[in-house]
């Protein structure tokens, strides 16, 4: 139970719990109802009754009594199993869940949201998937996404060659959306997949009207059956329903807080459209399906910064993770890849130490290019690696992998101004900019 501080020392005093069916007296008011539990931050003055007409109310509890009606117990769902039959027409598609909240199970009696993990679950709050393929569910971890860490992406990876290897025609993976785009150029970097990758969110959870999480999921079932074996980002092309975008993995970022078309493109065209269940392919440079071998490249360097620069940034926060033995550092420079010029001695001395040291900008539209200005150029003088138009999160993502792929400095530099997945494009248009 959630509850706390005076509401808590009230519901204990009374030998009531989360359930129980309750009266709560205040002033010349009563009301009646089952106690719904709360969320952990929530404060400890309100009590939430679900009161017999279906609707939750809050009740502030200060001058109130309360006493117990009939004990009740925290409800859990237990439904049998979906009998479905294997459909040999359809292909096999595999959803693996990270965390992310694209399906959930909402159980009215509660009003509680329990995250879909299995097939089953899947099936039950979207029945629609059964006409298009046959549904694998499999939960690796259950984090916010926030909490995702470089060695949860190895994870995740091994986890997604698995289900190739166990003959599925595509992978979905169920992601929290603020870290999404990390997770997906961390995958397009670590595998090299025959078969779609998609992942996929929601913006709203699946117990609000205007949840996106039905659109995204169903479109990316459709996506893991397509003939883009790359690994992609599923989410709304807008904010109504009408459709959602195949974004490629290094390419995309979360743009906004809260709208459901939060994903964008940067730099370049989503590959495809998906729209009334079809598929519209918007750029035909993408990777075909069954083209490459399965490979999973998971040797990584989780000791790498990503340094956002800004007027008056003291150099020791360079020294410190130069101190600390990073391998290396992504600087987001401002414009066309500058920082400081006092930041320079600090970045020669990394250079000395092997430490490799990029930069990306905070532009975001636009590629680097050091050799307009002096500052620029000097920063090239000091061994910084531009990194054209390799998004910074893209970029720190990419230095993670390509430091464990060797320890020779030289390679690593290589590595980074190759084009492995899409990250880099040959250049840049006006026409991408999100203006």
């Not at 550092?329 to 600090?346: F, N, Q, R, S, Y």
């Not at 000091?382 to 970029?395: H, K, R, S």
């Amino acid at each position: 139970m959630a509850y706390k501080g005076l509401a808590k020392k009230l519901l204990e005093k009374e030998s009531i719990k989360v359930g129980d069916k309750i009266r709560v007296k205040k002033d010349n008011i009563s009301y009646d109802g089952m106690l719904l539990d709360r969320p952990e931050d929530a404060d400890d003055k309100h009590l939430v009754l679900k009161l017999d007409n279906g609707y939750n109310i809050g009740v502030e509890i200060e001058d109130a009594r309360i006493e117990l009606i009939e004990e009740g117990s925290k409800p859990e769902i237990k439904l049998p199993p979906v009998d479905v039959e294997r459909n040999p027409e359809l292909p096999d598609i595999s959803i693996i869940s990270t965390g992310g909240t694209v399906a959930s199970i909402i159980d009215y009696q509660t009003g509680a949201v329990h995250p879909a993990f299995t097939a089953d679950d899947l099936l039950r709050a979207n029945p629609e998937l059964l006409d298009i393929a046959n549904i694998r569910g499999k939960a690796i971890f259950n984090i916010l996404s926030e909490n995702m860490r470089p060695e949860y992406w190895v994870e995740a990876a091994n986890a997604i060659a698995k289900e190739i290897e166990d003959g599925v025609q595509g992978v979905v993976v169920a992601h929290g959306t603020d870290t999404m785009h990390y997770t997906a150029a961390a995958l397009s970097f670590i595998l090299k997949t025959p078969v779609p990758v998609i992942l996929t969110g929601a913006q709203r959870s699946s117990d609000r009207p205007s949840s996106d999480a039905h659109l995204n999921l169903i479109s990316s079932v459709i996506a893991a059956k397509s003939d883009i074996a790359e690994v992609m980002v599923c989410m709304h092309a807008s904010i109504d329903d009408r459709s959602c975008h195949l974004h490629r993995g290094t390419k995309v970022r979360k743009m906004h807080t809260s709208r459901r078309d939060t994903f964008k493109s940067i730099n370049t065209t989503p590959i495809a459209e998906i729209k009334d269940g079809k598929i519209k392919i918007l750029r035909e440079d993408y990777r075909k399906r069954d083209l490459v071998e399965l490979e999973v490249r998971d040797k990584i360097e989780p000791k790498v910064a990503l340094i956002k620069t800004y007027p008056g940034i003291n150099p020791e926060i360079l020294e410190y993770y130069i101190d600390k033995d990073y391998k290396g550092i992504v600087i987001e420079g401002t414009g066309l890849g500058h920082c400081p010029e006092d930041l320079i001695p600090a970045i020669e001395r990394a250079n000395e130490m092997d430490i490799i040291v990029a930069m990306a900008s905070q532009c975001l539209n636009g590629r680097v290019n050091m050799n307009v200005y002096s500052t620029g150029r000097r920063l090239l003088g000091a061994g910084v690696i531009p990194v054209a138009d390799m998004l910074p999160e893209t970029a720190y993502v990419k230095l993670v992998w390509a430091l464990g792929q060797s320890s020779d400095p030289e390679t690593v530099k290589s590595i980074m101004l190759e084009n492995i997945s899409g990250e880099i494009e040959d250049k840049s248009s006006l026409r991408h900019f999100q203006g």
